[in-house]
């Protein structure tokens, strides 16, 4: 039976011989293609899986992406959360690439949301310095507008994209403010995975996580050689292979 999933550009792979879903959530200018390959490797051992796709992602506008909010992708996954819990499944993970962390992790906090357990790869939970990806950004922006022949159009508006991308990150700060007392709160299962060579995040922060994790029953996993945007990394093999352990220990 075809099951209409009510989320725009998401992907969801059912599996009928199940009664675990597995929740992925995209990290912030990514999309839920990024989360493609571990979510195959997952149904293929009998998952099912949702990836959704973050309002504004996955666009040939950068402002499609600076027109909303951290709060509305919190929503969005809680509403990706909720729509699976509604196909009766028995159990429910979370799991989070770097700003999709920061959701996934929100989620877990709130008492309400009967999650078994999940986790994070390469997210900035909590952090010694304010996230700062501003580099980053602004490059993946002149990308976005050169592949749209939109170039003149960001040099332009160059300082109004800086200006909104450091709004937002705010946002996403105060995000992370909000759940940072809740962390002690968690006492299910909790998989970490950070790569040593992050260029994006500061590789160190994690500890400071699995310290404020007092509760949880942390399964850490660190890859020295990997780099940020590990669900795509060709190295990326031993990294799925644990989120499989982890997952076949408690599922």
């Known amino acids: ?10 992907i969801y792979l059912p599996n009928d011989h199940t009664n675990v879903a597995i929740l992925l959530l995209h990290a912030y200018t990514g999309s839920s293609k990024d989360m493609n390959l571990l979510g195959r490797r997952l149904h293929k051992a009998g998952y099912t899986v949702l ?11 950068i402002f499609d992406i600076l027109n909303e909010s951290p709060l509305t992708w919190l929503d969005e996954a809680q ?23 920061i959701m996934a992790t929100a989620l877990m906090t709130k008492s309400e949301n009967n999650i078994a357990g999940g986790g994070v790869f390469n997210s900035p939970v909590v952090t010694k310095e304010k996230i700062d990806v501003s ?11 050169r592949a749209s022949q939109q170039l003149s159009q960001f040099e332009t508006n160059k300082k109004k994209i800086y200006d909104a ?9 105060a995000v992370k403010e909000s759940i940072r007392p809740k962390l002690e709160q968690i006492n299910i299962p909790f998989y970490i995975a950070q ?4 260029e994006l995040i500061d590789e160190d922060d994690v500890f400071e996580l699995q310290d404020e994790l007092l509760n949880a029953q942390i399964d850490f996993h660190w890859f020295p ?23 076949e220990k408690y599922a």
């Open 165 to 173: 991308h450091w709004k937002q990150m705010e946002n996403l700060e």
């Open 225 to 247: 050689k990997n780099t940020h945007v590990i669900t795509v990394n060709r190295d990326r093999v031993d990294f799925e292979n644990s989120v499989m352990n982890f997952l």
């Open 195 to 198: 790569s040593g060579q992050d």
């Open 51 to 61: 990836c959704p796709n973050f309002k504004g992602h996955w666009t040939t506008d």
């Open 135 to 145: 580099e980053a950004f602004m490059t993946y922006a002149r990308h976005v507008a």
């Open 79 to 101: 509403a990706a959360y909720d729509w699976l819990t509604q196909q009766d499944f028995e159990k429910v993970f979370v799991f989070g690439l770097s700003m999709g962390g």
């Open 1 to 10: 039976m075809s099951i209409n999933v009510p989320f725009e550009k998401a």
